[in-house]
Nanobody, 131 residues
């Protein structure tokens, strides 16, 4: 079971970009996509990995970091086993490697924005916002 990010690139400040997190390998895992939780993190050079958005696949519940709230939207990409991150009004400070992560049941007690809460990570996709 794995997740892979796609959709990164170079954009100018104020523009939009959509990232996709695709999950696969459920057939032999014993898990179903609808039971999972997905989060997006990002890591800029020299900085810690920051949790920016979360979605519970079955509940649809979402949460965001203050740094992206109102600009970014996380949503399920039906009917695929995938989640999108729509990023609007991008700023140069949004430049980072963006990672998606998946949490499988049973869920732990860590908070969603803590890296330790997540079971699998994608390899990351670079987002660069020029001024």
């Amino acid at each position: 079971l794995q997740v892979v990010e796609s959709g990164g690139g170079l954009v100018q400040a104020g523009e939009s970009l959509r990232l996709t997190c695709s999950a696969s390998g459920f057939e032999d895992s014993g898990f179903e996509f609808y039971t999972t939780r997905i989060a997006w993190f990002r890591q800029a050079p020299g900085m810690e990995r920051e949790g920016i958005a979360f979605i519970g696949i079955s509940s649809g519940h979402t949460n965001y970091a203050n740094s992206v709230r109102g600009r970014f939207t996380i949503s399920r990409k039906n009917p695929e086993n995938a989640v999108s991150l729509e990023m609007n009004s991008l700023k140069p400070e949004d430049t980072a490697v963006y990672y998606c992560a998946i949490d499988l049941p049973p869920y732990g007690t860590s908070l969603w924005y803590e890296t330790g809460a997540w079971d699998r990570w994608g390899p990351g996709t670079q987002v660069t916002v020029s001024s």
